[in-house]
Protein backbone atom coordinates (compact mmCIF):
# COMPACT_ATOMS: atom_id res chain seq x y z
CA UNK A 1 0.00 0.00 0.00
CA UNK A 2 2.74 2.33 0.29
CA UNK A 3 4.00 1.99 -3.29
CA UNK A 4 0.32 2.86 -4.48
CA UNK A 5 0.68 6.02 -2.29
CA UNK A 6 3.94 7.16 -3.26
CA UNK A 7 2.37 6.31 -7.01
CA UNK A 8 -0.42 8.34 -6.43
CA UNK A 9 1.54 11.19 -4.03
CA UNK A 10 0.01 14.13 -6.09
CA UNK A 11 -3.74 13.00 -4.68
CA UNK A 12 -2.37 12.62 -1.30
CA UNK A 13 -1.33 16.36 -1.49
CA UNK A 14 -4.46 17.16 -2.73
CA UNK A 15 -6.29 16.05 0.73
CA UNK A 16 -3.83 17.41 2.57
CA UNK A 17 -4.10 21.07 1.42
CA UNK A 18 -8.15 20.06 1.83
CA UNK A 19 -7.29 19.66 5.32
CA UNK A 20 -4.94 22.40 6.06
CA UNK A 21 -7.91 24.67 4.35
CA UNK A 22 -10.56 23.22 6.46
CA UNK A 23 -8.25 23.72 9.69
CA UNK A 24 -8.20 27.36 8.65
CA UNK A 25 -11.67 27.47 8.35
CA UNK A 26 -12.81 25.47 11.71
CA UNK A 27 -10.07 27.38 13.90
CA UNK A 28 -9.68 30.90 12.71
CA UNK A 29 -11.85 33.96 13.73
CA UNK A 30 -11.11 36.01 11.71
CA UNK A 31 -13.55 36.23 9.08
CA UNK A 32 -11.11 37.00 5.53
CA UNK A 33 -8.72 33.95 7.26
CA UNK A 34 -11.79 32.20 7.02
CA UNK A 35 -12.48 32.77 3.46
CA UNK A 36 -8.75 32.23 2.75
CA UNK A 37 -9.42 28.29 3.88
CA UNK A 38 -11.75 28.23 2.02
CA UNK A 39 -10.16 29.37 -1.15
CA UNK A 40 -7.16 26.96 -0.15
CA UNK A 41 -9.86 24.12 0.12
CA UNK A 42 -11.33 25.42 -3.80
CA UNK A 43 -7.95 25.44 -5.61
CA UNK A 44 -7.04 21.60 -3.56
CA UNK A 45 -10.06 20.26 -5.21
CA UNK A 46 -9.25 21.65 -8.83
CA UNK A 47 -5.34 20.66 -8.60
CA UNK A 48 -6.76 17.34 -7.49
CA UNK A 49 -9.74 16.87 -10.47
CA UNK A 50 -7.20 18.27 -13.02
CA UNK A 51 -4.50 15.45 -12.06
CA UNK A 52 -6.57 12.97 -12.65
CA UNK A 53 -6.44 13.39 -16.09
CA UNK A 54 -2.98 13.31 -16.82
CA UNK A 55 -1.63 10.57 -19.11
CA UNK A 56 2.28 9.63 -18.79
CA UNK A 57 4.61 11.48 -21.59
CA UNK A 58 1.32 12.88 -22.90
CA UNK A 59 0.71 16.29 -24.85
CA UNK A 60 -1.84 19.27 -23.90
CA UNK A 61 -4.44 18.53 -25.73
CA UNK A 62 -4.39 21.33 -28.92
CA UNK A 63 -4.46 19.69 -31.99
CA UNK A 64 -2.07 22.00 -34.01
CA UNK A 65 1.38 21.01 -35.93
CA UNK A 66 3.71 18.93 -33.99
CA UNK A 67 0.85 17.56 -31.78
CA UNK A 68 1.19 13.65 -31.22
CA UNK A 69 -0.87 11.08 -29.52
CA UNK A 70 -1.16 10.26 -26.67
CA UNK A 71 -2.73 13.47 -25.27
CA UNK A 72 -3.92 14.66 -22.00
CA UNK A 73 -7.47 14.31 -21.42
CA UNK A 74 -9.70 17.68 -22.01
CA UNK A 75 -12.78 16.93 -19.99
CA UNK A 76 -11.48 17.60 -16.61
CA UNK A 77 -9.53 20.54 -17.61
CA UNK A 78 -12.78 22.05 -19.25
CA UNK A 79 -14.83 21.34 -15.83
CA UNK A 80 -12.44 23.70 -13.98
CA UNK A 81 -12.17 26.42 -16.00
CA UNK A 82 -15.94 26.84 -15.02
CA UNK A 83 -14.86 25.85 -11.41
CA UNK A 84 -12.36 28.57 -11.05
CA UNK A 85 -14.99 31.28 -12.56
CA UNK A 86 -17.42 30.38 -9.58
CA UNK A 87 -14.56 30.86 -6.92
CA UNK A 88 -14.31 33.97 -8.36
CA UNK A 89 -17.54 35.11 -7.96
CA UNK A 90 -18.03 33.40 -4.17
CA UNK A 91 -14.94 35.56 -3.14
CA UNK A 92 -16.25 39.00 -4.67
CA UNK A 93 -19.22 38.09 -3.31
CA UNK A 94 -17.74 37.37 0.21
CA UNK A 95 -15.73 39.83 0.39
CA UNK A 96 -18.21 42.89 -0.27
CA UNK A 97 -20.42 40.91 3.04
CA UNK A 98 -17.17 41.39 5.05
CA UNK A 99 -16.95 44.87 4.10
CA UNK A 100 -20.46 45.40 4.52
CA UNK A 101 -20.00 43.61 8.19
CA UNK A 102 -17.57 45.92 9.47
CA UNK A 103 -19.24 48.54 8.44
CA UNK A 104 -22.79 47.71 10.61
CA UNK A 105 -20.70 46.10 13.33
CA UNK A 106 -17.60 47.50 14.10
CA UNK A 107 -15.91 44.23 13.74
CA UNK A 108 -15.31 40.77 11.62
CA UNK A 109 -13.89 38.94 14.35
CA UNK A 110 -16.27 35.84 14.20
CA UNK A 111 -16.19 35.55 18.50
CA UNK A 112 -17.22 39.25 18.77
CA UNK A 113 -19.90 38.85 16.52
CA UNK A 114 -21.48 36.19 18.25
CA UNK A 115 -21.49 37.97 21.68
CA UNK A 116 -23.38 41.16 19.68
CA UNK A 117 -26.56 39.38 18.94
CA UNK B 1 13.27 13.98 -13.27
CA UNK B 2 10.08 14.94 -13.78
CA UNK B 3 8.70 13.42 -10.70
CA UNK B 4 11.25 15.49 -8.95
CA UNK B 5 10.01 18.59 -10.19
CA UNK B 6 6.73 17.41 -8.86
CA UNK B 7 7.58 16.57 -5.79
CA UNK B 8 8.86 20.42 -5.21
CA UNK B 9 6.58 21.84 -6.75
CA UNK B 10 3.86 20.02 -4.22
CA UNK B 11 5.96 20.39 -0.96
CA UNK B 12 6.28 24.58 -2.15
CA UNK B 13 2.42 24.23 -2.33
CA UNK B 14 1.62 22.89 1.19
CA UNK B 15 4.42 24.95 2.92
CA UNK B 16 2.99 28.62 1.37
CA UNK B 17 -0.68 27.28 2.42
CA UNK B 18 0.16 26.08 5.91
CA UNK B 19 2.27 29.72 5.91
CA UNK B 20 -1.19 31.65 5.21
CA UNK B 21 -2.50 30.32 7.73
CA UNK B 22 -0.20 30.98 10.55
CA UNK B 23 0.58 34.47 9.41
CA UNK B 24 -1.43 36.88 12.11
CA UNK B 25 -0.59 40.21 9.80
CA UNK B 26 -3.22 39.72 6.68
CA UNK B 27 -1.48 41.79 4.07
CA UNK B 28 1.55 39.23 4.24
CA UNK B 29 -0.98 36.54 4.58
CA UNK B 30 -2.35 37.98 0.85
CA UNK B 31 0.84 38.30 -0.56
CA UNK B 32 2.14 34.63 0.15
CA UNK B 33 -1.57 33.45 -1.01
CA UNK B 34 -0.90 35.48 -4.36
CA UNK B 35 2.58 33.33 -4.28
CA UNK B 36 0.43 30.08 -3.95
CA UNK B 37 -1.24 31.02 -6.77
CA UNK B 38 1.55 31.33 -9.00
CA UNK B 39 2.86 27.64 -7.57
CA UNK B 40 -0.18 26.40 -8.95
CA UNK B 41 -0.32 27.72 -12.32
CA UNK B 42 3.25 26.84 -12.56
CA UNK B 43 1.89 23.26 -11.42
CA UNK B 44 -0.94 22.93 -14.41
CA UNK B 45 1.84 24.11 -16.52
CA UNK B 46 3.71 21.13 -15.88
CA UNK B 47 0.82 18.72 -15.77
CA UNK B 48 -0.05 20.13 -19.47
CA UNK B 49 -3.17 21.82 -18.71
CA UNK B 50 -2.63 25.95 -20.40
CA UNK B 51 -6.13 26.67 -20.39
CA UNK B 52 -6.18 26.35 -16.38
CA UNK B 53 -2.89 27.53 -15.87
CA UNK B 54 -3.44 31.01 -18.00
CA UNK B 55 -6.87 31.30 -15.93
CA UNK B 56 -5.49 30.74 -12.57
CA UNK B 57 -2.72 33.23 -13.18
CA UNK B 58 -4.88 35.79 -14.00
CA UNK B 59 -7.60 35.15 -11.75
CA UNK B 60 -5.09 34.30 -8.77
CA UNK B 61 -2.47 37.30 -9.34
CA UNK B 62 -5.06 39.71 -11.02
CA UNK B 63 -8.77 39.78 -9.18
CA UNK B 64 -8.30 37.34 -6.07
CA UNK B 65 -5.13 39.41 -4.74
CA UNK B 66 -6.39 42.97 -5.57
CA UNK B 67 -10.15 41.83 -3.79
CA UNK B 68 -8.48 40.79 -0.77
CA UNK B 69 -6.49 44.11 -0.40
CA UNK B 70 -8.83 46.21 -0.90
CA UNK B 71 -10.98 44.24 1.94
CA UNK B 72 -8.28 44.29 3.98
CA UNK B 73 -7.93 47.79 3.59
CA UNK B 74 -11.63 48.81 4.71
CA UNK B 75 -11.45 46.39 7.61
CA UNK B 76 -8.69 44.92 10.17
CA UNK B 77 -4.90 44.57 8.71
CA UNK B 78 -4.23 42.63 11.83
CA UNK B 79 -5.89 39.31 12.83
CA UNK B 80 -7.16 39.88 16.68
CA UNK B 81 -5.72 36.71 18.03
CA UNK C 1 -8.17 21.81 23.93
CA UNK C 2 -10.74 23.28 21.25
CA UNK C 3 -7.00 23.00 19.05
CA UNK C 4 -6.65 19.71 19.98
CA UNK C 5 -9.94 18.22 19.04
CA UNK C 6 -10.15 19.95 15.71
CA UNK C 7 -6.87 18.26 14.73
CA UNK C 8 -8.42 15.10 16.05
CA UNK C 9 -11.55 15.70 13.76
CA UNK C 10 -9.14 16.20 10.65
CA UNK C 11 -6.93 13.15 11.46
CA UNK C 12 -10.67 11.19 11.41
CA UNK C 13 -11.54 13.00 7.76
CA UNK C 14 -7.83 12.38 6.51
CA UNK C 15 -7.54 8.82 6.89
CA UNK C 16 -10.81 7.48 4.58
CA UNK C 17 -9.44 10.04 2.30
CA UNK C 18 -5.80 8.87 2.17
CA UNK C 19 -6.56 5.34 1.84
CA UNK C 20 -9.05 6.14 -1.19
CA UNK C 21 -6.16 7.50 -2.51
CA UNK C 22 -4.43 4.34 -2.51
CA UNK C 23 -7.14 2.54 -4.61
CA UNK C 24 -7.34 5.22 -7.21
CA UNK C 25 -5.34 4.16 -10.68
CA UNK C 26 -2.15 5.08 -10.72
CA UNK C 27 -1.01 8.50 -11.55
CA UNK C 28 -0.66 8.59 -15.34
CA UNK C 29 -2.07 6.15 -17.03
CA UNK C 30 -3.82 5.14 -19.72
CA UNK C 31 -6.34 3.00 -19.05
CA UNK C 32 -8.41 4.57 -16.29
CA UNK C 33 -11.82 4.76 -17.38
CA UNK C 34 -12.09 8.63 -17.18
CA UNK C 35 -9.67 8.91 -19.99
CA UNK C 36 -11.29 5.56 -22.12
CA UNK C 37 -15.06 6.63 -22.93
CA UNK C 38 -15.64 10.17 -23.08
CA UNK C 39 -12.20 11.76 -23.20
CA UNK C 40 -10.74 9.76 -26.20
CA UNK C 41 -14.04 10.81 -28.06
CA UNK C 42 -13.95 14.28 -27.62
CA UNK C 43 -10.08 14.06 -28.97
CA UNK C 44 -10.94 12.09 -31.81
CA UNK C 45 -14.15 13.76 -33.41
CA UNK C 46 -13.47 16.99 -31.65
CA UNK C 47 -11.53 19.09 -34.71
CA UNK C 48 -13.91 17.65 -37.49
CA UNK C 49 -17.29 18.14 -35.46
CA UNK C 50 -16.39 21.23 -33.30
CA UNK C 51 -13.59 22.80 -35.51
CA UNK C 52 -11.59 23.98 -33.16
CA UNK C 53 -8.28 23.03 -32.89
CA UNK C 54 -7.69 23.53 -28.91
CA UNK C 55 -9.89 20.72 -27.90
CA UNK C 56 -10.92 22.21 -24.46
CA UNK C 57 -12.51 25.30 -26.29
CA UNK C 58 -14.57 22.71 -27.94
CA UNK C 59 -15.47 20.91 -25.17
CA UNK C 60 -16.29 23.98 -23.29
CA UNK C 61 -18.08 25.58 -26.18
CA UNK C 62 -19.72 23.34 -28.22
CA UNK C 63 -20.09 19.63 -26.25
CA UNK C 64 -20.98 21.04 -22.78
CA UNK C 65 -22.06 24.91 -24.25
CA UNK C 66 -24.79 25.01 -21.83
CA UNK C 67 -22.11 25.07 -18.98
CA UNK C 68 -20.49 27.67 -20.09
CA UNK C 69 -24.03 29.74 -20.48
CA UNK C 70 -24.58 29.20 -16.90
CA UNK C 71 -20.92 30.18 -15.89
CA UNK C 72 -21.34 33.73 -17.31
CA UNK C 73 -24.90 33.76 -15.85
CA UNK C 74 -22.87 32.97 -12.41
CA UNK C 75 -20.38 35.81 -12.76
CA UNK C 76 -22.90 38.27 -13.51
CA UNK C 77 -24.96 37.20 -10.60
CA UNK C 78 -22.32 37.58 -8.99
CA UNK C 79 -21.78 41.14 -9.92
CA UNK C 80 -25.39 41.71 -9.36
CA UNK C 81 -25.20 41.09 -5.87
CA UNK C 82 -21.86 43.04 -5.01
CA UNK C 83 -24.04 46.11 -5.98
CA UNK C 84 -26.81 45.21 -4.02
CA UNK C 85 -24.74 44.64 -0.90
CA UNK C 86 -22.44 47.63 -1.32
CA UNK C 87 -24.86 50.32 -2.38
CA UNK C 88 -27.49 49.94 -0.89
CA UNK C 89 -26.34 52.16 2.52
CA UNK C 90 -24.67 54.96 -0.08
CA UNK C 91 -28.68 55.96 -1.20
CA UNK C 92 -28.37 55.66 -5.40
CA UNK C 93 -26.29 57.29 -7.47
CA UNK C 94 -23.12 56.66 -9.18
CA UNK C 95 -20.28 54.60 -7.36
CA UNK C 96 -19.16 57.26 -5.29
CA UNK C 97 -15.34 59.38 -5.09
CA UNK C 98 -11.90 57.40 -3.52
CA UNK C 99 -10.69 57.91 -0.40
CA UNK C 100 -7.67 60.15 -0.86
CA UNK C 101 -4.61 58.05 -1.59
CA UNK C 102 -0.75 59.33 -1.42
CA UNK C 103 -0.48 59.26 -5.42
CA UNK C 104 1.73 56.73 -6.90
CA UNK C 105 5.26 57.24 -7.37
CA UNK C 106 6.70 58.23 -11.01
CA UNK C 107 7.94 54.50 -11.43
CA UNK C 108 4.61 52.91 -10.79
CA UNK C 109 3.29 55.82 -13.51
CA UNK C 110 5.54 55.61 -16.18
CA UNK C 111 5.45 51.54 -16.14
CA UNK C 112 1.85 51.31 -16.30
CA UNK C 113 1.50 53.99 -18.86
CA UNK C 114 3.78 51.47 -20.85
CA UNK C 115 2.68 48.75 -20.11
CA UNK C 116 -1.20 49.23 -20.52
CA UNK C 117 -1.24 49.21 -24.05
CA UNK C 118 1.17 46.28 -24.58
CA UNK C 119 -0.67 44.03 -22.34
CA UNK C 120 -4.00 45.01 -23.53
CA UNK C 121 -3.00 43.98 -26.86
CA UNK C 122 -1.61 40.69 -25.75
CA UNK C 123 -5.32 40.18 -24.28
CA UNK C 124 -6.73 41.04 -27.43
CA UNK C 125 -5.04 38.19 -29.02
CA UNK C 126 -5.65 35.79 -26.52
CA UNK C 127 -9.56 36.21 -26.75
CA UNK C 128 -9.13 36.34 -30.73
CA UNK C 129 -7.12 32.81 -30.39
CA UNK C 130 -8.69 30.80 -27.85
CA UNK C 131 -9.48 28.37 -30.66
CA UNK C 132 -6.62 27.73 -32.08
CA UNK C 133 -3.88 28.20 -29.19
CA UNK C 134 -4.42 27.89 -25.24
CA UNK C 135 -6.54 31.56 -24.05
CA UNK C 136 -10.19 31.96 -24.84
CA UNK C 137 -12.90 34.18 -23.57
CA UNK C 138 -12.45 34.45 -20.28
CA UNK C 139 -8.47 34.83 -20.03
CA UNK C 140 -8.41 37.72 -22.23
CA UNK C 141 -11.53 39.32 -20.59
CA UNK C 142 -9.65 38.81 -17.29
CA UNK C 143 -6.29 40.53 -18.37
CA UNK C 144 -8.18 43.57 -19.26
CA UNK C 145 -9.84 43.74 -16.24
CA UNK C 146 -6.61 43.90 -14.67
CA UNK C 147 -5.59 46.32 -16.95
CA UNK C 148 -7.94 48.28 -16.13
CA UNK C 149 -7.23 47.73 -12.28
CA UNK C 150 -4.15 49.37 -12.97
CA UNK C 151 -5.03 52.06 -14.94
CA UNK C 152 -7.36 53.11 -12.03
CA UNK C 153 -4.45 53.29 -9.82
CA UNK C 154 -2.67 55.99 -11.85
CA UNK C 155 -5.27 58.03 -13.81
CA UNK C 156 -6.57 60.98 -11.71
CA UNK C 157 -9.95 60.51 -10.54
CA UNK C 158 -11.56 62.02 -13.90
CA UNK C 159 -10.18 60.21 -16.28
CA UNK C 160 -10.70 56.61 -14.23
CA UNK C 161 -14.45 57.35 -14.33
CA UNK C 162 -14.48 57.58 -18.08
CA UNK C 163 -12.74 54.38 -18.86
CA UNK C 164 -15.74 52.88 -18.56
CA UNK C 165 -18.64 54.51 -21.14
CA UNK C 166 -21.42 55.72 -18.76
CA UNK C 167 -24.61 54.86 -21.42
CA UNK C 168 -23.57 51.55 -22.71
CA UNK C 169 -22.29 50.44 -19.30
CA UNK C 170 -25.31 48.22 -18.87
CA UNK C 171 -25.17 46.54 -21.93
CA UNK C 172 -21.58 45.96 -21.80
CA UNK C 173 -21.74 44.34 -18.34
CA UNK C 174 -24.52 42.23 -19.43
CA UNK C 175 -22.85 41.67 -22.28
CA UNK C 176 -21.78 37.59 -22.04
CA UNK C 177 -25.36 36.47 -21.31
CA UNK C 178 -26.66 38.31 -24.06
CA UNK C 179 -24.42 37.23 -26.89
CA UNK C 180 -25.11 33.53 -25.85
CA UNK C 181 -28.35 33.89 -25.75
CA UNK C 182 -28.27 35.69 -29.28
CA UNK C 183 -26.41 33.00 -31.06
CA UNK C 184 -28.11 29.66 -29.34
CA UNK C 185 -31.00 31.47 -31.03
CA UNK C 186 -29.58 31.81 -34.13
CA UNK C 187 -28.65 27.66 -33.96
CA UNK C 188 -32.35 27.26 -33.04
CA UNK C 189 -33.74 29.36 -35.69
CA UNK C 190 -30.73 27.63 -38.21
CA UNK C 191 -30.46 24.24 -37.09
CA UNK C 192 -33.26 23.33 -34.85
CA UNK C 193 -31.32 22.85 -31.61
CA UNK C 194 -30.66 25.80 -29.28
CA UNK C 195 -27.18 26.86 -29.55
CA UNK C 196 -26.80 24.27 -32.39
CA UNK C 197 -24.03 24.14 -34.55
CA UNK C 198 -23.31 23.34 -38.23
CA UNK C 199 -21.69 19.71 -38.13
CA UNK C 200 -20.36 19.68 -41.44
CA UNK C 201 -17.54 21.45 -43.67
CA UNK C 202 -18.80 23.58 -45.91
CA UNK C 203 -20.25 25.74 -43.12
CA UNK C 204 -17.12 25.91 -41.14
CA UNK C 205 -16.75 29.10 -41.77
CA UNK C 206 -20.29 30.06 -40.01
CA UNK C 207 -19.02 27.92 -37.07
CA UNK C 208 -15.76 29.51 -36.60
CA UNK C 209 -17.18 32.86 -36.79
CA UNK C 210 -20.03 32.03 -33.99
CA UNK C 211 -16.91 30.28 -31.96
CA UNK C 212 -15.09 33.79 -32.04
CA UNK C 213 -18.20 35.78 -31.55
CA UNK C 214 -19.21 33.93 -28.11
CA UNK C 215 -14.97 34.66 -27.32
CA UNK C 216 -15.70 37.73 -27.79
CA UNK C 217 -18.90 38.47 -26.29
CA UNK C 218 -17.34 36.35 -23.29
CA UNK C 219 -14.53 38.42 -23.02
CA UNK C 220 -16.09 41.40 -23.12
CA UNK C 221 -18.97 40.38 -20.29
CA UNK C 222 -15.88 39.53 -17.94
CA UNK C 223 -13.70 42.10 -18.20
CA UNK C 224 -16.66 44.43 -17.57
CA UNK C 225 -17.51 42.41 -14.74
CA UNK C 226 -14.41 42.03 -13.20
CA UNK C 227 -13.73 46.24 -13.89
CA UNK C 228 -17.45 47.46 -12.12
CA UNK C 229 -16.79 44.81 -8.82
CA UNK C 230 -13.44 46.32 -8.52
CA UNK C 231 -14.53 49.72 -9.10
CA UNK C 232 -17.72 49.36 -6.43
CA UNK C 233 -15.53 48.06 -3.57
CA UNK C 234 -12.85 50.33 -4.08
CA UNK C 235 -14.84 53.66 -3.86
CA UNK C 236 -15.86 55.47 -0.87
CA UNK C 237 -18.56 54.94 1.65
Same mark, same amino acid.
Given at each position: ?????????????????? #?????????????????????????????????????????????????????????????????????????????????????? #????????????? | ????????????????????????????????????????????????????????????????????????????????? | ?? /????? !?????????? !?????????????????????????????????????????????????????????????????????????????????????????????????????????????????????????????? !??????????????????????? /???????????????????????????????????????????????????????????????????????
Amino acid at each position: MIEALWQNIDYVASVLLF #CIGLYAMITKSNLIKKFIGLNIMETSVFAFIVALGVVEGGDAPIMGVGASPPFINPLPQSLILTGIVVAVSTTALALSLIIRIHKQ #CGTIEADELREME | MSKLFDILLLLLLISCALAVVRMKDLLAATIVFSGYSLVMCLLWVHRGAPDVAMTEAAVGAGVTTVLFLLAISRTARYERR | MK /RAAVI !VLLVVVAIPL !VLAMADLPPYGSPDSPAYTHVGAYYLEHGVEEAGAENIVTDVILNYRGFDTEGEVTVIFTAMAAVLAVLMASRGGGEAGTRPPLTPPSVVVRFVVRVMAPLTLMFAVYVIMNGHITPGGGFQGGTI !VGAVFIALTLVLSERDATRLIPN /RPERVLQAAAPIVYCLIGLLGLALFDVYLGYPRTEEMGLLRTAMLVTLEIGIGVGGATVIATIFRTMGSDQ
